[in-house]
C-alpha cells in the first residue's frame, strides 16, 4: 500500500489539532544521515518519537544536530532515557518531560521511557517513546511498565511510539493494542512492514494512541511526497512509521 497523501497539520476551528506523528528507530545514526533527514523533514511531523538514538559519547550534540537539521527541537529524552528520544516542531508547547530508565536484567541492555505532556493549539496530549526487550518475558513486563506510566501522566489523550521488537502477534504488542488504539490497524495508509528496512517483512514499530484521538490514516510513508524508496533504505535498518491525527480540545471543567 502506498501513502500518496496524508492529512498536513492544522488547527481546526474548535481548537482541536491534527498532528502528524513520526516514529523512528535511527539506529544510533550510523547510517546516511542526509537520508535521515531528508525522510524525517518531507514527512513534516509535529512529534517525533525515536529510538536508537545516539547514547554515548557527544549524544546531546548528535540529538541537537538531527534536530537542527530536521527543522526541529529536542524535546526529550536521549542517554538519560537509554535511547528514546522525543524532537518535536516550533508548533509544540511543552509542559513538562520526564525520562524513565526501566529496571536492568543482568545481561541484557538498559532500557527506558522518553515522556512529555504538550499542548497543540487547544489540545493536550502526553508523548512517549519506548524501545523494548528483546526478551519475551521482559518485553511484557515493560508494555505493563508502559500503560502504568500513560495512567501516572494525567492525560486523557497521549500517543506511543515504538520499536516493540514484537509483531502484532505477541503477548506485548497484543497488551498495548488491548488497551490503546493501534493505529496501522485502525487506519492503514503506506505500508505496514517495518523491519528490516532492505526487505521488509514483519510489523514491529508501531504508533498507539488513547481512544479519544481520532487516527486519520497510519503506516510506513512510502510513496508520501519527497520520499525516495532510496533514502528509505539508506536511512537505517528500520521503516518509519507515519501518522495523521486529530486531538481534541482539552474540555474544560
Not at 474548535?14 to 498532528?19: K, L, P, R, T
Not at 499542548?119 to 505493563?144: N, Y
Request: aromatic residues 4%; proline residues 6%.
Amino acid at each position: 500500500m502506498v501513502m500518496t497523501s496524508l492529512s498536513e497539520s492544522r488547527t481546526e476551528q474548535d481548537g482541536s489539532a491534527v498532528i502528524r506523528v513520526l516514529s523512528y528507530n535511527i539506529r544510533s545514526m550510523r547510517d546516511d544521515f542526509e537520508a535521515l533527514v531528508r525522510v524525517i523533514r518531507a514527512c513534516a511531523p509535529d512529534l517525533v518519537l525515536i529510538q536508537e538514538a545516539p547514547r554515548f559519547f557527544r549524544w546531546r550534540k548528535a540529538a541537537a544536530r538531527l534536530a537542527r537539521a530536521s527543522d526541529l527541537v529536542v524535546l526529550g529524552g536521549g542517554a538519560t532515557a537509554a535511547g528514546p528520544l522525543l524532537l518535536c516542531s516550533m508548533r509544540v508547547a511543552v509542559e513538562r518531560t520526564e525520562d524513565i530508565l526501566l529496571p536492568l536484567t543482568p545481561g541484557l541492555h538498559r532500557r527506558g521511557f522518553a515522556t512529555a505532556v504538550v499542548r497543540i493549539a487547544g489540545a493536550r496530549i502526553g508523548v512517549l517513546s519506548c524501545h523494548l526487550s528483546l526478551h519475551r518475558t521482559e518485553r511484557l513486563a515493560q508494555a505493563e511498565a508502559l500503560l502504568g506510566r500513560l495512567d501516572a501522566m494525567g492525560v486523557e489523550h497521549a500517543v506511543v511510539g515504538g520499536d516493540l521488537n514484537e509483531a502484532p502477534g505477541g503477548p506485548a504488542f497484543r497488551r498495548l493494542a488491548g488497551r490503546l488504539q493501534d493505529c496501522w490497524a485502525v487506519r492503514p495508509r503506506g505500508g505496514e512492514h517495518t523491519f528490516p528496512s532492505h526487505g521488509p517483512g514483519r510489523r514491529i514499530d508501531a504508533l498507539f494512541t488513547t481512544g479519544g484521538i481520532e487516527v486519520l490514516g497510519c503506516g510506513v510513508p512510502t510513496g508520501l511526497p519527497g520520499i525516495s524508496g532510496a533514502d528509505l533504505l539508506a536511512a537505517t535498518d528500520h521503516l518509519p512509521v507515519l501518522a495523521a491525527l486529530r486531538v481534541p480540545t482539552v474540555r474544560r471543567a
